[in-house]
């Protein structure tokens, strides 16, 4: 009994210290959101005060007033991101569905080789890929405009999104598939019917991920879209780093209002993202 105890009281010291840890992390990485946040609220001749104010007292909005919504790059370029992640999102998931769906219930000769090669993209720099890129597109005219942006991005997102889907759909069971086509269902009928809504958790992780790769896109845009109509808000923020120049409440207030979709996503979805990781990584 005196041993369940001590095993007990052990576990719960464990539990205490990786509570501690994971706080600590957590604090150390969200300091610079905070530190954004914090200066996009200050004064020009508040932000490099000494000591410096943990607090912005008073706070003002004149930042945002005059750096966001008042500058029509500003956006321009959130438009621009806007369309280039929505656009990668539903085009990922035309095609990473029902691919990661074959991948994993039809017999296909060098499946091994495929998936490895699924893998290879994904750690291939997207900076190794913007030139020739860049070669391609320019023969296609595909240079400065959204099609081409969305492609780009899609090269990484569709393997991805391929990994991340497939162990969902190893995971149905067969006989549930098969008793489909018993009742009249083909191969489509049974992916749309039995195995989409199965994959939901994977459906959401993969939406997340594609709108938010694509959305801080940075390598692509720059190589890919040269025209200032059709560059996503990643560029345009760099552009305006020199205009600026030392305006850093400016530049923080720009920061914020790109990071904010970014942040409210993983508030709202970040139960999903996690599970869908997670679960994805379990199922083989």
């Known amino acids: 009994m005196s041993a369940v105890v001590v095993a007990s009281a052990r576990v719960r010291r464990q539990r205490r210290w990786l509570a501690i840890a994971g706080l600590v992390v957590t604090v150390v990485y969200l300091i610079p959101v905070y530190w954004m946040l914090n200066t996009s609220f200050k004064e020009a001749g508040d932000i490099f005060a000494v000591p410096p104010d943990l607090v912005p007292l008073p706070p003002t909005v004149a930042s945002y007033v005059n750096a966001v919504f008042s500058d029509a790059d ?34 296909i000769p060098f499946l091994p080789v495929i998936l490895m090669l699924f893998l290879i993209v994904q750690m291939v720099p997207s900076v190794n890929l913007a030139l020739p890129m860049f070669v391609l597109f320019s023969s296609a005219g595909l240079v400065n405009s959204y099609a081409g942006l969305i492609i780009a991005n899609c090269a ?129």
């Open 74 to 107: 500003i956006a321009r370029g959130l438009i621009n991101s806007g369309i280039v992640a929505v656009g990668t999102t539903s085009v990922t998931l035309l095609i990473a569905l029902p691919a990661a769906y074959g991948l994993a219930r039809l017999r």
């Open 156 to 284: 990484l997102a569709i393997p991805l999104a391929v990994t991340i889907l497939r162990p969902y759909y190893l995971s149905v069971p067969t006989e549930v598939v098969e008793a489909a086509k018993i009742d009249g269902c083909n191969e489509f009928t049974a992916f749309w019917r039995v195995a989409l809504p199965m994959s939901r958790p994977g459906m959401v992780t993969v939406t997340v991920i594609s709108f938010l790769g694509a959305w801080g896109e940075f390598v692509f845009g720059l190589a890919l879209a040269t025209d200032d109509a059709i560059q996503p808000i990643t560029v345009v923020l760099s552009e305006i780093t020199n205009a600026y120049g030392v305006r850093w409440n400016d530049l923080m207030a720009v920061s914020a209002v790109i990071a904010l979709p970014v942040i409210a996503t993983f508030i709202f979805l970040q139960r999903y993202v996690v599970a869908g990781l997670t679960e994805g990584a379990t199922k083989t």
